[in-house]
């Protein structure tokens, strides 16, 4: 098994920049495909970014494709979501996900999640 814990959400502006943390611990942590999903109120959880379990691929939400950034630190067991240019319809509960599949967008494709992190873009 894996945990993963979040963090870095917050209030933000119009136009500012957030960056998350995904801590992961247990098992070797590069045998995990990671990702980040969103959930707006009233909304369903949707995709925004993951990396393959090798690292080599990552794919992205058309929505936030070239504001967000998704990284992973091997070393550190760590996944990071860089927000830029972000906009109202940003706000949501952001959460890590952790699967053993070798990648997937898809919310059944992951099998452990975090408590997720808010965050909140004012206009």
């Known amino acids: 098994q894996v945990q993963v814990v979040e963090s870095g959400g917050g209030l933000v502006q119009a136009g500012g920049s957030l960056r998350l943390s995904c801590a992961a611990s247990g098992r070797t942590f590069s045998s995990y495909a990671m990702a980040w999903f969103r959930q707006a109120p009233g909304k369903e959880r949707e995709f925004v970014a993951a990396f393959s379990r090798s690292g080599g691929s990552t794919g992205y939400a058309s929505s936030v494709k070239g504001r967000f950034t998704i990284s992973r630190d091997n070393a550190k067991n760590t996944v990071y979501l860089q927000m830029n240019s972000l906009k109202p319809e940003d706000t949501a509960v952001y959460y890590c996900?952790?699967?053993?599949?070798?990648?997937?967008?898809?919310?059944?494709?992951?099998?452990?999640w975090g408590q997720g992190t808010q965050v909140t873009v004012s206009s």
């Open positions: 996900a952790a699967g053993l599949n070798y990648y997937s967008d898809e919310r059944r494709g992951y099998d452990f």
